[in-house]
């Protein structure tokens, strides 16, 4: 009887042992997991930090370097505008500089302005003489004050619609033109054309007139919309517009 009550004394000092060994290991275990848990922190919050700093260091050197392309850029297009403005002044110089030595020239673009002038009043005498048509249908009123109120008021507003709508026309089309040159053909190959265009045409002024017998402005704007469109075709067939 003394033995087996020995051997369950034994028994529960034992079990008491490994419950205190399992109670270290577990204390240990949770020593380690929150050394763990730690480092795994200080990791992380290492590693932010030097993410931290080396992106605000790339986006330090990003900006300088954008900023400095942006100012190297900017130099570029005043220089290459300045370039631009001084080929354009020197060819308007060169151009009236020869139109007062030759009296062709002279005639050509008075003639052409004239021209121009004349189409404005034949359109406008088109547009009149159709109000004037249209409000014809005026006179169907019995009433001679009426109808005459009638008649011009009609009259005006088809003068003005007729007048409006080309006006309109010519201005989106210009205003479109111009567009297109200014992002894709305003550049140093354009203005080299217009200078050799008005060179030419200004030096050689005498001998194209015996030759073709045409306005000399007109030779040049028929000229240049060559160049224009020869080189948007093939902006065109290239995939560049």
Not at 27 to 55: F, G, P, Q
């Amino acid at each position: 009887m003394q033995e087996a009550l020995k051997l369950q004394r034994e028994a529960e000092d034992k079990v008491s042992a490994c419950n205190r060994r399992a109670e270290i290991l577990t204390a240990r275990e949770s020593k380690v997991s929150n050394r763990e848990d730690n480092l795994d922190r200080e990791i992380k919050n290492k590693a932010e930090n030097m993410i931290k700093s080396d992106r605000q260091r790339l986006e330090w050197e990003y900006k300088s370097k954008a900023s400095a392309i942006t100012k190297k850029y900017d130099t570029m297009t005043k220089t290459y505008y300045v370039e631009l403005v001084s080929l354009v002044i020197f060819s308007l110089i060169a151009s009236l500089s020869q139109i007062w030595k030759e009296p062709v020239i002279i005639e050509d673009v008075t003639d052409f302005f004239s021209g121009l002038w004349n189409i404005l009043l034949t359109g406008y005498g088109l547009a009149k003489y159709a109000g004037r048509n249209i409000a014809g249908v005026a006179e169907a009123i019995n009433n001679p004050t009426a109808s005459a109120i009638v008649y011009w008021v009609i009259c005006i507003l088809v003068i003005v619609a007729i007048i409006g709508a080309v006006g309109a026309g010519i201005v989106y089309i210009s205003y479109r033109y111009a567009t297109y040159m200014r992002e894709h053909q305003w550049n140093r190959n354009t203005i080299i054309a217009i200078v050799a265009i008005l060179a030419v045409t200004m030096f050689l002024a005498g001998e194209i007139r015996r030759v073709v017998p045409v306005n000399l402005v007109l030779i040049q704007i028929a000229v240049f919309l060559i160049y224009s469109g020869m080189r948007a075709l093939s902006e065109y067939r290239a995939g560049y517009i």
